[in-house]
Nanobody, 118 residues
């Protein structure tokens, strides 16, 4: 059974930093694309960042230059380092996984709330 468990959310001041973690189990971690999505109240879920392999990453335009995704394949963890956060980064952040080559993300975490105060 695949499980993705996020941690690290909380309240942070505008301009501050926060690191989210997602520990995966029940899957062959190295064979999966790992990603972070977020959903703010009243808005659609959006892809924040994805790591396809050590050299290939994707960032949404709204977080480029501020957020960084990384993965620890030895410990099955994916991180999202958030810096220079803004109130508009307030959302529930979800970890997701899909097999390399797949179109859809088919495994999701329960989400962790990030609130940025102005």
């Amino acid at each position: 059974q695949v499980q993705l468990v996020e941690s690290g959310g909380g309240l942070v001041q505008s301009g501050g930093s926060l690191r989210l973690s997602c520990r995966a189990s029940g899957l062959r971690f190295g064979a999966y694309v790992m990603a972070w999505f977020r959903q703010a109240p009243g808005k659609e879920r959006e892809l924040v960042a994805a790591q396809y392999n050590v050299r290939a990453t994707y960032y949404g335009d709204s977080v480029k230059g501020r957020f960084s995704i990384s993965r620890d394949d030895d410990n099955n963890i994916v991180y999202l380092q958030m810096s220079g956060v803004k109130p508009e980064d307030t959302a529930v952040y979800y970890c997701a996984a899909k097999p390399r080559g797949a179109t859809e993300y088919d495994h999701w975490g329960q989400g962790t709330m990030v609130t940025v105060s102005s």
